[in-house]
């Protein structure tokens, strides 16, 4: 009996420790545990938290470096866009990089120095470049007091940018098609490239093995819908109605914005503007600074909404 109830009392001892635990305890170690899931769920207030330093896999020596954080910022500003574009052009290109890069770094993911992430070179640094990073040093795009993290850009746009989910799988307030009309020297403007359909045929084919296509012919190949910003958004081709951006990789065209047009057994497809289209046009951030709009208006002009951080 006096065992009996001894046992009692540790198991309600045990369920008392048990509830204490669950109730007050575990919140608390959850959240210490695992910080970063409650920051990316909900987003967090920037508080201007940027890394001295920043580790890149430099693809060439096959190893990481660890590199002063505005150091890598000149490296990435002047292999992503040329240095003879406008100092403003080249500020705001600034601003974009740091903001991408501290997005990535934190989402826990790991830099590298090509395009996966941005691409990153430490020579051939101009005098030029080095100001422009010097004159934006730390600063940050900003939505809604929280880091547009997905400071996308690209090269030109032929006229419009995108809506991100209509290029990518996610929808962010930032990245919504604005004009972009003025894209001074930006190459790229028509590209054509003439095949013969077997040939489309194929190429289509093996970038895309999973799908079923039939027969593709002449006749069954056809634009179907474009998206916002002007590009194509999907296309029948064959049995199947495919995305302008699989088109777009399948083919190797500079830009998912294309017309397509037949002679006889041949197609002919004209690509304007080069990259996805979503965030800033980098030849239209020149165009923009040659018009005297310093980079924060370019910024803002290209990603919707957003502020930059002091
Ligand atoms: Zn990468």
Known sequence: MFH????????????????????????????????????????IAYKGEIPKTVKVYITEKKK????????????????????????????????ASRTYALGR???GAKLCDT?????????????????AVNETKGQVLLYDGKLASHALYFASSAGKTENSEEV???????????????????????????????????????????LNFGKIKRSNIRIKSHSKGGRVKSIKVGQKIISGADVRSA????SARFKISFKGQKITITSSG??????????????????????????????KGTTVSK
């Open 168 to 210: 990518f799988s996610g929808s962010f307030p930032y990245l919504v098609s604005v004009s972009s009309s003025y894209e001074p020297g930006a190459t790229h403007k028509k590209e054509k490239q003439t095949m013969s359909i077997s040939t489309f045929s194929s190429k289509i084919k093996e970038h895309m093995p999973e």
């Open 105 to 107: 770094i934190n989402s």
């Open 274 to 303: 080069s990259g996805h289209g979503v965030g800033m046009s980098q030849y239209g951030a020149n165009g923009l600074a040659k018009k005297g709009k310093d980079y924060k208006e370019i910024l803002t002009h290209y990603y």
């Open 64 to 95: 990481y470096e660890t590199i002063p954080f505005e150091k890598y910022v000149q490296g990435v500003t002047a292999s992503e866009m040329p240095s003879a574009f406008e100092p403003e052009a080249l500020k705001a290109q600034s601003v």
């Open 115 to 131: 395009v996966h992430c941005q691409v990153y070179r430490s020579d051939n640094i101009s005098a030029k470049v080095k100001d």
């Open 251 to 254: 083919l190797g065209l500079y």
């Open 4 to 43: 009996q109830r001894k046992i009692n009392m540790r198991h309600v001892a045990i369920y008392i420790a048990s509830m204490l635990f669950l109730v007050v305890l575990l919140p608390y170690v959850s959240i210490k545990l695992f910080p970063s899931l409650v920051e990316h769920e909900d987003g």
